[in-house]
């Protein structure tokens, strides 16, 4: 993955963090994704910040 395409989703639980990347010319407003968060081990919302 090239670096300038990067996405961080931060856990808005804990401070885990994914990095992802997203198709910018369909997708305009920021992700919120639930993934699974293994500091808690339960399903949490994952909100896309600032590099």
Do not use: A, C, G, Y
Not at 13 to 36: A, C, D, P, Q, Y
Request: glycine residues 0%.
């Amino acid at each position: 993955m090239s670096q300038d395409r990067l996405l961080r989703l931060k856990s808005t639980k804990s401070n885990h963090v994914i990095w992802t990347r997203k198709n910018r010319k369909t997708t305009e407003r920021k992700i919120e994704l639930m993934k699974f968060d293994p500091t808690l081990r339960k399903n949490v919302l994952f909100k896309e910040t600032k590099k």
